[in-house]
């Protein structure tokens, strides 16, 4: 059994278009072991229920943003979308006793696994200053909604092309012979729990240039007007002596 891979937390919401190189783990068929089985792969979505919170400030809401997110002095959070993306994976190892004429040793290949991706925590804040059901309210929660769409059409879109790249890794990592099943369960370990980091950090360059496409200057700008700058109006109140614009985004932390 192949230990629980659970990767970091990131906190992104992205449609994904994953590359396929970048196989760090041994391949082909070694020597005297039997004939390479096609794994069992199974791959599923995990999402958390969504929550809201209106008790949070525009001036709370700043503190719990992305430092990154907040360069510009001129945008102001009147709301923010925050979740998590857990990357978890578990597989199963048969292993094969080699003696004979080619020597003796352990043969070894990865025969199920599974993947998931949770969508963890997700919660919706808007500040507390905007009336709940105004026009202002209903602008800035059609921004969010547009941040929690683009989480789970992430979902629906990368899960069944993860699991394509997940079976050509597992035969282009093949068959593996060493001295001892620990050698090769570590072999086995380490090939995949790399090929995992390599999908994490593609997932997270891509969903942070996505998240800017959705929190874009132009989106700024038309909120800052909407409602006939109601937004603007109610935040640059909440926090005097800030220009009369507003921010609305996803965070990464």
């Known amino acids: 059994m192949i230990k629980n891979s659970t990767l970091q937390h990131i906190m992104f919401p992205a449609l994904l278009l994953l590359a396929s190189g970048n196989c760090f783990a041994y391949e082909g068929y070694a020597n005297g072991c039997p004939e390479y089985e096609m794994p069992i792969v ?13 008790t949070k400030t525009a001036k709370e ?93 992430m979902l629906d879109e990368v899960l069944p092309v993860t699991e394509g790249y997940i079976r050509d890794f597992l035969e282009h990592q093949g068959i593996v012979r060493g001295r001892t099943r620990e050698e090769v369960n570590r072999i086995l370990q380490d090939g995949i729990d790399e090929y995992l980091k390599g999908l994490n950090q593609s997932i997270i360059g891509v969903s942070k240039k ?44």
Not at 46 to 52: A, L, Y
Not at 219 to 246: F, H, M, Q, W
Request: net charge negative; with cysteine.
């Open 42 to 54: 199974i791959v599923a979505p995990v999402m958390d229920p969504i929550k809201m919170d209106y």
């Open 210 to 253: 996505l998240q800017l496409e959705i929190d874009s200057e132009e989106e700024y700008a038309r909120l800052a007007e909407a409602c006939d700058g109601e937004v603007s109006k109610i935040i640059n109140k909440a926090i005097r002596g800030t220009p009369s614009k507003r921010r609305v985004r996803q965070d990464f932390d």
């Open 61 to 153: 809401l700043i503190a719990l943003s992305d430092p990154e997110m907040m360069n510009n002095g001129d945008l102001i959070p009147a709301g923010l979308t925050k979740f998590g993306l857990k990357l978890d994976g578990q597989g199963e190892i048969i292993f094969h006793t080699v003696t004979g004429e080619n020597g003796g040793g352990t043969c070894a290949q990865i025969s199920r696994y599974e993947f998931s991706m949770r969508l963890e925590d997700p919660i919706v804040y808007v500040a507390s200053e905007i009336p709940y059901g105004s026009c202002a309210y209903e602008e800035v929660m059609a921004h969010e909604n547009r941040h929690l769409a683009a989480a789970y059409t």
